[in-house]
């Protein structure tokens, strides 16, 4: 699978939404066992005015994966190395979207000074990080994730 990364600009906005709000609906049922309620909470935020903004923050950045032209990932990391958003299309699921994602967004990280990435990931992610070198911060709140980047 080709995938062609890039940042994200206010067109991605519906796409990209749209591929969020399907990762989380469709690949993260560890986390929200199909709970509407609990969906609906998760999934409130990943708007086209939400993503709009997410662009503005200072020091943000939001990236897209490509496939054929159409949107299958969008990754998130602030000015600090807090990643923020990483998720993918559930047809790009372990194509190596997420992982591209990931290397983007901590390279940007070590470009802006950046010694390590955090995140808080999902029960679903969680293997996924683990077996990219994030570990937990403290031994009893396995959800929080860093990585030294140097």
Same mark, same amino acid.
């Given at each position: 699978?080709?995938?062609n ?14 591929v969020?709000?399907r990762a989380?609906?469709e690949?993260c049922?560890?986390d929200h066992?199909?709970d &509407? ?10 708007? &086209? ?6 662009l503005?923050?200072p ?6 994966a ?14 600090g190395?807090?990643?923020?958003l990483?998720?993918?299309? &559930? ?12 290397k ?6 070590i470009e ?7 995140l ?15 570990? &937990? ?8 994730l ?5």
């Amino acid at each position: 699978m080709t995938v062609n990364l890039r940042p994200a600009t206010s067109v991605d906005a519906v796409d990209g939404s749209r591929v969020l709000r399907r990762a989380i609906v469709e690949l993260c049922h560890a986390d929200h066992g199909g709970d &509407p309620a609990l969906i609906a909470a998760w999934i409130a935020n990943k708007t &086209p005015e939400n993503w709009l903004a997410w662009l503005m923050q200072p020091g943000a950045s939001l990236f897209v994966a490509e496939r054929s032209a159409a949107l299958v990932g969008v990754g998130m990391v602030d000015a600090g190395g807090m990643i923020l958003l990483n998720y993918v299309a &559930p047809e790009a699921r372990y194509r190596g979207v997420s992982t591209a994602l990931l290397k983007a967004m901590e390279q940007a990280s070590i470009e802006r000074g950046a010694t390590a990435c955090r995140l808080e990931t999902t029960k679903t992610a969680r293997p996924f990080y683990r077996s990219r070198g994030y570990a &937990p911060v403290v031994a009893d709140t396995p959800m929080i994730l860093a990585k030294n980047l140097a």
